[in-house]
């Protein structure tokens, strides 16, 4: 099964690229529990679709030319550990921002039922199961 929670949350990143969130929505569970990046802890966390795509939206607009490349994906068994590279300007303030993020996807019959970033890959890689 892990092979193809892989191939879930590549094709999820695909979705993003193109700007097609209904389509990542579709692999997400109705009930689906988001964290943004400086809400990983449980009182940070968004559920449900309807507040997942609003903070979604949220993090699209604080952006001018935003681009994010997806670098890497992991197999963790129910969890998949990506990492990839953000870049974009802030909207409002015009500062230019490139990074890694990483983010850790938690998949349960063939839905995402929780989806975690990190600006840091230790903690990332810690939440996903992986040592070191």
Known sequence: ?????VELVRRIY???????YGEMFER???EIEWFGLGTVSESGSTRGHTRARRSLSTWIGTWDDYRFELRELIDCG?????????RGRGRGSGVEVAEEIFSVWTIRGGLVVRQRVFRDRARAREAAGLSG
């Open 1 to 5: 099964m892990s092979r193809e929670n």
């Open 14 to 20: 695909g979705a993003y690229a193109r700007g097609d």
């Open 28 to 30: 997400f569970h109705p």
């Open 78 to 86: 129910d969890e998949v550990f990506a990492a990839g590279w953000q």
